[in-house]
């Protein structure tokens, strides 16, 4: 599962030819406690690997129990300390369990990432109350309740910080993508408030904005996605994204705050 796909080149050649370039060096975060929701796969499990290298303990939330466990065995086969949680981000009590797992163990959280996200494209006028309701309940309610949850381990964390995963469809808006572009929008706002309640606590809070990345979401997306309308050519590798996380969540990104970090081979400049 963190096996990297490897690094895609668009046309003029401008991804790093050196993956060193974008794996880790820097130990930003070492003795740093970690959750990172939709952990299993993809971003998430990508992520987990970039906080652990960087020195952080990270727990991989999940509904994707038998991945979620392969992921954090792989993890700890290199030597990290990483603990699969089962967690559905909609589910109140599910957090409260990992609330308690963590707290147990350690008494605080530093990181708190919220990546956990689902799509299914259908056109407006066509979009079920039901499929509304339940991209809203995984990609909005599911980092409020996460937040929310969190607050006190967080409060009790070093220099703690909250990266919520919005997308391009979160500022722009995207034909058959009605409830996933409203919830990565309402993530925006959602970010931008917490950052502002938390910041007393000395919490920061900072939305990752990807653009299109290769991942298994992208599975059921026409042939090439957004490729055509991305500047650079070409789907993001996981690690990239990882990076922006590392960053935001480290302490040079300590004066960054309510902000969002745009990763999308220009998508948005357009
Ligand atoms: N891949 C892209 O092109 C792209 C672009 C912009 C934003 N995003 C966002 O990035 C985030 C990560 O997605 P990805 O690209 O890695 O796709 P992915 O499908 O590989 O990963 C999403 C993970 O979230 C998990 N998940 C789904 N519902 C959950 C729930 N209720 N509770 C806990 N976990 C749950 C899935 O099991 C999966 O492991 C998502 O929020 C997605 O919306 C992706």
């Excluded at 309402?186 to 904005?209: F, K």
């Amino acid at each position: 599962m963190v096996t990297m796909t490897p690094h895609s080149f668009n046309r003029k050649g401008n991804m790093p030819t050196d993956p060193s370039l974008i794996d880790p060096s820097p130990r930003r975060l070492v003795d740093r406690v970690a959750l990172i929701t939709g952990a299993a796969r993809g971003q998430g499990a990508a992520h987990a690997l970039r906080l652990a290298n960087e020195g952080a303990t990270v727990y991989l939330a999940d509904v994707l129990d038998e991945d979620g466990q392969k992921t954090a065995e792989e993890l700890r086969a290199k030597g990290f300390d990483a603990t699969y949680l089962h967690l559905d981000v909609s589910s109140p009590d599910d957090w409260h369990r990992a609330y308690e797992v963590i707290d147990t163990r350690f008494g605080r959280l530093d990181i708190l990432v919220n990546n956990a996200g689902i799509v299914r494209v259908t056109k407006l006028a066509e979009e079920s109350l039901e499929t509304w309701n339940r991209i809203l309940s995984v990609n909005l309610t599911g980092p409020f309740l996460g937040i929310q949850t969190m607050i006190p381990l967080l409060r009790a964390g070093t220099r703690s910080s909250i990266v919520n995963t919005s997308s391009i469809f979160g500022p722009s808006g995207a034909i058959g993508y009605a409830s996933y572009a409203s919830s990565k929008a309402g993530l925006l706002g959602l970010t931008r408030t917490a950052a502002l309640e938390l910041a007393s606590d000395g919490i920061r809070v900072n939305a990752l904005v990807p653009g299109g990345v290769n991942t298994p979401i992208n599975a059921a997306e026409p042939e090439g996605g957004v490729v055509p309308e991305t500047p650079l050519g070409r789907r993001a590798d996981p690690a990239e994204l990882a990076a922006a996380v590392a960053y935001l969540v480290s302490d040079d990104a300590s004066f960054v705050t309510g902000t969002e970090l745009v990763v999308d081979g220009g998508f948005l400049a357009r």
